[in-house]
DNA sequence: TAGTTAGTGTAAGTCTCGCTTACAGTATGT
DNA sequence: ACATACTGTAAGCGAGACTTACACTAACTA
């Protein structure tokens, strides 16, 4: 058969499909919705002309026609990942890697996304600062670095990784937390976390419709990674994004007061060194962090 | 690595493009422009983060990553385009396939199409009738066939082929064969081969906006087959569709007369038995005699 | 056997991304 | 130096992969 009408993401659709024999399960794995996996499905056994799968138990049978294809997809399909994951083995992606984040989305996100990374580049050494300084002129140069704001730096390559956008949060032991998304008025009955050097608070305010707080507590601290240690302690409400929380939503740490966001002032940029000295390792990362910035965001 | 996140395109414009060490070959034979390849292939380098190519010389060079490329994906392909193609060695691509067409494509393009099939499905056996009664009552009914006009037919299953649309041909023999694309009004000088029952040339000439024809020779044959046959016997000008007579333009037998055409005044379609009893290897016929067609009407 | 849950089928509409077009740039041959 | 043959790349288009939404069917539960 000529490469050229190989129908390849029927296959892998078939293949996912053909492994569990259940397609929601298999959109899982792909990512897709279950339909997607369906059309695929038919379009391959109609460009065949045969069934692939007998639909009339669950869950569903490979034909012997299927079977047979389930073997050469896998086979192949495997052949490939292999080759991929060796090239990802080589030089290419071994040695040091160093990494410098602010502290922002340095201190939880960025720590998870490298923990993914490592695992699936076990020959790179990760060395990783967190820097509020995210200038870069005073460092030996990173390989990945990560800022905040504005991005323009002698010789280095930008791409925006993305913004982020803040909501009040607070330990799940406030009083507060126990009613969903309550009114944001009895939240200024609560001590206001403030960062230093922003002003989410009273934007966040301000895109609610309620008054600035008058006579309410407030506390500062300087850096979110303090705020947000405060807000887990009980210590009162503070701002935060997602990134930096959506571990600590998850495992019920935080709780979060609302929907009404208001976006950061600025995004946040990834910078490596220009093309000619950018590692494909670091360049590896940066794909990985897009995807994973991106999928926070989806949610 | 996840199923999901190789890229399956990429991978196969990298193969195309590896083996012959250049672009344009390469998109040839996947049937796309190099502009494609190009493409695909820095999508795949970028995903890497890793050169593919060494692209001083020429013909391009592999790198070595390239090199262990190469050899994973084409064994990974090999592994899947064999499987595909046992599938279709099977009892389902077996067996005796009963085909009646109408004479005006079967006769010269569908023979062409036959050709390549069965190359493809070595095991099929083709047992094709031409027949300008295109109901299919009165036959045992065929496996697949391809009427004109209206195709409405109890029970059968029925997709459109396509339409065609006519243009003056004639043996290159003829003196007006000469110039290429003569003024109508020099045709009428030659003898106007007619078909039964159909008003093409009239509606030919009234497209072009000259006036009808009166005293010019015409002879009138009864069947789109024997019109052309008299037309390469150098008889006059016949009226021909492209797929009907583009191995005889190719091959020099005929010469194309005017670029304007008049619409065939029905549509081709393809018949089968229904769902339950269309046999797959009916329906392979089906997609290639489509994707055939589609390519003539899109040269 | 009726209700419930988990899954599949499928039509309609959306949007991504693979592709083409068009042109500039760069090797190789004469 | 010119011609030829190929590659690189930006801009824009369109097919088709995908999502959404709902109908439907199988398999459990009681």
Redesign the interface.
């Known amino acids: ?4 009408r ?1 129908p ?2 029927a ?2 659709a078939f ?2 499909a053909a492994e569990t024999g259940n397609l929601t399960r298999a959109a899982e ?3 897709v919705t279950h339909a997607a996996i369906s059309y695929q499905i038919r379009l391959l056994e ?5 069934a692939l799968f007998e639909r009339r138990m669950r869950p569903m049978q490979l034909t012997d ?1 299927g079977q ?2 389930l ?3 896998r ?14 083995e ?1 030089e ?1 992606y071994a040695g040091e890697l160093s990494v410098v984040s602010v502290p922002g989305l340095g201190g939880n996100w960025l720590t998870s996304v490298l923990g993914e990374y490592v695992s699936q580049f076990p020959k790179v050494t990760v060395r990783m600062i967190t820097s509020p300084w995210h200038r870069q002129t005073e460092f030996e140069p990173s390989d990945f670095s990560i800022v905040y704001g504005s991005a323009e730096q002698s010789g280095r390559r930008v791409t925006l990784l993305g913004q982020t956008s803040f909501f009040p949060v607070c330990s799940p032991s406030l009083p507060i937390a126990g009613n969903r998304y309550p009114d944001p008025r009895d939240m200024l009955n609560y001590t206001l976390i403030h960062e230093y050097n922003t002003d989410t608070w009273s934007r966040w305010y301000m895109a609610c419709g309620v008054e600035p707080f008058a006579g309410t507590r407030r506390i500062y601290f300087d850096g979110a990674h303090l705020t947000l240690h405060a807000a887990r302690a009980g210590t009162g409400i503070a701002m935060a994004d997602l990134p930096t929380v959506a571990a600590d939503l998850k495992e019920g740490r935080l709780v979060r007061l609302s929907d009404l966001t208001v976006p950061a002032t600025h995004p946040y940029y990834i910078t490596t060194p220009p093309l000619g000295r ?7 990362l940066e ?1 990985l962090a897009v995807r994973r910035f991106r999928q926070i965001e989806a949610e």
């Open positions: 058969m000529k490469r050229s190989i390849l993401h296959l892998r293949e996912a794995t792909l990512g109609d460009h065949l002309g045969l026609a047979r294809l073997e050469g997809t086979g192949g399909f495997d052949r490939i990942a292999h080759c991929l994951d060796d090239l990802k080589e290419d950018l590692k494909p390792a670091a360049k590896a794909d």
